[in-house]
């Protein structure tokens, strides 16, 4: 497809389609990338599944810890079929364009789930805090009950901020171009295409990754320390590595998103480059949600036993 480009008239535009370049400099590269992220979106939606199903059908993990994982799997599938599947079709028919709703809304889908994510990584560190530190009133705090209303929070406690900073962005005047130098529509790139002086923008941006990604990242630090401290006062080392091994995969996949998307955000739109953006992108939309269901099943011997009672069922 031929990549037309929308230039101001009167330093303003009426854009009503976007075209995403994705990768579209990388022509030789077209089938291998089509290939690559098909595969990785099966792994995503097969892993993340596995343990959903996995949580729901064996009674050993009906526990409050393993009810939030199968919500972040849920939530990783969707995630990641906001922008991947979009991002397939223009690698597989070279269609690239993308009209302004439906930029719009992939935005806000994106920027509603990875708060949600986020949130609920939150919620899944303080579970682990009252397991370790407080086992006693664990289940009295954590009861079923409790453990809804968190997973509700946190996944809805974003949106109105989210849906309000989308409307906010779409609301400017777009002078410069309708190429957006990515694969999906993020905040960076959209603001490079709007008209004048948009630092107030930023602001706002960086106020909302504030509220929504560095206090549940200072919520989490908070909770491990005290987890840290309890488990180096265990008397067995065994009781201290099993603990351990049961809080490292969540703080692991806790740095992985955390890392690369607040580089992304926090960083000033004018310091950004297109292919660290994509880059950085590409690690906290696919990589990281490919990688969680190994991280969690993997390190955790409750999973891996979970998982053969169910094969030795079939």
Known sequence: MKLEEVEAEDNVSTVV?????????????QGFLSGLFSIIYMVVLIGNSLIVIITRFDPALHKPMYFFLAIFSILEICYVSVPLPRML?????????????????????????????????????????????????????????????????????????????????????FCHSNQINH?????????KLACGDTSVHEMSVYVVVIFVAAVPFMLILASY??????????????????????????????????GSGSITYFRPTSSHSAGTDKLLSLFYTIVTPMFNPVIYSLRNQDVIAALRRILLKT
């Open 17 to 29: 389609q976007f075209v995403l370049l994705g990768f579209s400099d990388l022509p030789n590269l």
């Open 89 to 173: 079709v223009s690698l597989w028919t070279q269609d690239r364009s993308i009209s302004l709703v439906g930029c719009a809304t992939q935005m806000c889908l994106f920027l509603v789930l990875g708060t949600a994510e986020c949130f609920l990584l939150a919620v899944m560190s303080y579970d682990r805090y009252v397991a370790i530190c407080n086992p006693l009133h664990y289940p009295l705090v954590m009861n079923p009950k409790k453990c809804h209303q968190l997973a509700a929070g946190a996944c809805l406690g974003g949106m109105p901020v989210q849906v309000g900073q989308t409307w906010q962005i779409f609301s400017l005047h």
């Open 183 to 191: 694969f999906f529509c993020d905040i960076p790139p959209i603001l």
């Open 225 to 258: 320390s005290k987890i840290i401290g309890t488990i180096l006062r265990l008397p067995t080392a065994q009781g201290r590595a099993k603990a351990f091994s049961t809080c490292s995969s969540h703080l692991l996949v806790v740095v992985l998103f955390f």
